[in-house]
């Protein structure tokens, strides 16, 4: 098995994908500077897989154990030169990346642009260029539908040639690192989605539609930072009493129930999803693979809410209030080209993302933060 990079991987989606990866059999090599995170995820994730969690710096001075994790930001050129640098003189090269890292609310990056820009872009560049150096070009890339901006009706489900108009700095930073991937693999404006790269590289870039839900254990789950950017975690939040009230934006949507739609994805899923694109990569020629990991299905505000109540067998007290401005009516995926190309599909309904994100909330009705490893 491989010995991997993982950026941002305290994250929710990164936590996730680290336990699926360990389950593999690959050693991982965890880099988070906890501005959004907690390394509590990760003992709980070794708790899970069985393994010890080993703390070390960027020189690796200890030896390199199955699971490491290293405190640091991917800005820090030094930091990453340590990383690879030290893997090599273990006997231990890093064979491939899964690049997680970055900064996600759509609203904050509003506000601070320059800041997202910084870490997604500048950030995704200090880290291939570290990669090309180290002669490590395969890479397995976060990336959004938020880049696909308002689709237009006759376009849904979103297929991954939609045109590409994000309509935010974090689309924006988003589209940029894709850009940046594809000049690295000598494929800039040819036909996508599946490009022979001339540059050497392996590369997908996955774009997500809407990841929920948590480990089915409960132990590990999404804690984000403040007031939730996201619909999901706010409803399991006033669910569980964290929360007063959801606030629904628009019930005049052109949808069956008015609200908004769209695509979730159970967190599982989408864990499962980045194994099967490394394992893709892996085996076989430079390329570039461009993916939308979404389950093809759309469930409204409302609906999201009808289940939560019913799996918790709570109210879910709400209020309608204007559309937000940059809100679109649906956002659903089209997942074809992923299941032709990974064999990948999801597995979880709705249903279950309800079922495992009620159970890791009421096991953790303050995240991380107040939480015993």
């Not at 997680?100 to 609310?105: I, N, S, V, Y």
């Not at 008015?258 to 194994?275: F, K, N, P, Q, S």
């Not at 490394?278 to 809410?305: E, F, I, K, Y």
Request: charged share 15%; proline share 7%.
């Amino acid at each position: 098995m491989a010995q991997l990079l993982i950026t941002g991987g305290a994250g929710f989606l990164g936590s996730h994908t680290c336990l699926v990866l360990l389950e593999a059999g690959h050693q991982l090599l965890v880099l988070d500077d906890f501005s959004n995170s907690s390394a509590i995820s990760l003992e709980r994730v070794a708790e899970l897989a069985g393994v010890p969690l080993q703390r070390d710096q960027p020189t690796l001075k200890a030896t390199l154990e199955a699971f490491t994790l290293v405190e640091g930001d991917i800005r820090d050129t030094q930091c990453l030169d340590a990383l690879f640098t030290s893997a090599k003189a273990f006997g231990q090269p890093i064979e491939a990346v899964i690049h997680f890292a970055g900064l996600k609310a759509v609203g904050e990056s509003v506000q601070q642009p320059l800041r997202y820009w910084d870490v997604n872009v500048v950030g995704t560049q200090r880290l291939l260029t570290a990669m090309n150096f180290h002669h490590c070009r395969t890479i397995v890339f976060s990336s959004s539908a938020t880049l696909y901006g308002y689709p237009h009706p006759n376009q849904i489900p979103i297929p991954e040639t939609a045109p590409i108009q994000p309509i935010n700095p974090y689309g924006a930073s988003k589209h940029a690192a894709e850009a940046l991937l594809a000049d690295l693999a000598g494929c800039s404006g040819k036909p996508e989605p599946i490009q022979a790269s001339s540059g050497g590289w392996r590369i997908a870039r996955l774009r997500y539609f809407n990841p929920v839900g948590a480990h089915p254990s409960g132990r590990i789950g999404e804690d984000p930072n403040g007031i939730p950017n996201n619909l999901f975690p706010f409803i399991t939040q006033v669910a569980v009493g964290r929360r007063p009230e959801l606030t629904v934006f628009g019930d005049d949507w052109p949808t069956p129930d008015g609200t908004g739609v769209r695509d979730y994805i159970h967190v599982m899923d989408l864990a499962e999803g980045h194994r099967e694109a490394l394992h893709s990569l892996l085996n076989s020629d430079p390329q570039l693979l461009t993916l939308n990991l979404g389950s093809g299905q759309g469930a409204s505000v409302l609906d999201v809410v009808k289940a939560m109540e019913a799996t918790s067998q709570r109210a879910i007290p709400h209020r309608i209030a204007p559309r937000r401005p940059g809100d679109a009516a649906i956002t659903v995926a089209n997942p074809t080209l992923a299941a032709q190309q990974l064999h990948w599909r999801t597995q979880r309904s709705l249903t279950d993302i309800c079922r495992d994100g009620w159970a890791w909330q009421q096991d953790n009705p303050n995240g991380y933060g107040e939480a015993c490893l």
